[in-house]
T-cell receptor
Framework: GDSVTQMEGPVTLSEEAFLTINCTYT??????LFWYVQYPGEGLQLLLK?????DKGSNKGFEATYRKETTSFHLEKGSVQVSDSAVYFC?????????FGSGTRLQVQP | KAGVTQTPRYLIKTRGQQVTLSCSPI?????VSWYQQTPGQGLQFLFE???????NKGNFPGRFSGRQFSNSRSEMNVSTLELGDSALYLC??????????????FGNGTRLTVT
């Protein structure tokens, strides 16, 4: 079945550092890809999405490009802030449901 | 616009009991999905309802059930609770089913602890 693999965390960075969280997927069809973020004590919020190959999703300074050839959807941000500290989930949709990765905790230190 | 509301926020039950969790979707959203989040298994899809009909179901035993009412509010029920059912249960709503072109909006979850 479909699956999503994310890099293990926690990822600890200093403020203004560059962020990359790796995400690769396995799917039989052509899924849509998502990044969700979960702040402490809250549910998940959609961060960005891409629905077809070579699409780039972006929001709040975060970007991810749908790479079909490498089955990847890595999350990047040029300069992280303390307020970005959260758990980030990569997910794919087969139009039935979302399949999530295990999540990557990001800790940004001032 | 109010977000997805889940009640109660916390719940403690004993093994063997049953529990009902409630979810009120964003106004106008007709699709409601449920997910279970645990440290070991991560986020797993339980089921999705659209227009009062179960549209999809994940790989969970029959002890897990749900329903949706005509106002799109949804409930999920877990019978004969087991220790392994301890989890954060997340509800998400969307305009249309499938979670693809219609983004999911998640509630803050119900934290269920089974003792």
């Amino acid at each position: 079945g479909d699956s999503v693999t994310q890099m293990e965390g926690p990822v600890t960075l200093s403020e203004e550092a560059f962020l990359t969280i790796n995400c690769t997927y396995t799917a039989t069809g052509y899924p849509s890809l998502f990044w969700y973020v979960q702040y402490p004590g809250e549910g998940l919020q959609l961060l960005l999405k891409a629905t077809k190959a070579d699409d780039k999703g972006s929001n709040k300074g975060f970007e991810a490009t749908y790479r079909k050839e490498t089955t990847s959807f890595h999350l990047e941000k040029g300069s992280v802030q303390v307020s970005d500290s959260a758990v980030y989930f990569c997910a794919l949709s087969d139009r039935r449901a979302l399949t999530f990765g295990s999540g990557t905790r990001l800790q940004v230190q001032p | 616009k109010a977000g997805v509301t889940q009640t109660p926020r916390y719940l403690i039950k004993t093994r063997g009991q049953q529990v009902t969790l409630s979810c009120s979707p964003i106004s106008g959203h007709r699709s409601v999905s449920w997910y279970q989040q645990t440290p070991g298994q991560g986020l797993q899809f339980l089921f999705e309802y659209f227009s009062e009909t179960q549209r999809n179901k994940g790989n969970f035993p029959g002890r897990f059930s749900g329903r949706q009412f005509s106002n799109s509010r949804s409930e999920m029920n877990v019978s004969t609770l087991e220790l392994g059912d301890s989890a954060l249960y997340l509800c998400a709503s969307s305009l249309n089913p499938g979670g693809d072109n219609s983004p999911l909006h998640f509630g803050n979850g119900t934290r269920l602890t089974v003792t």
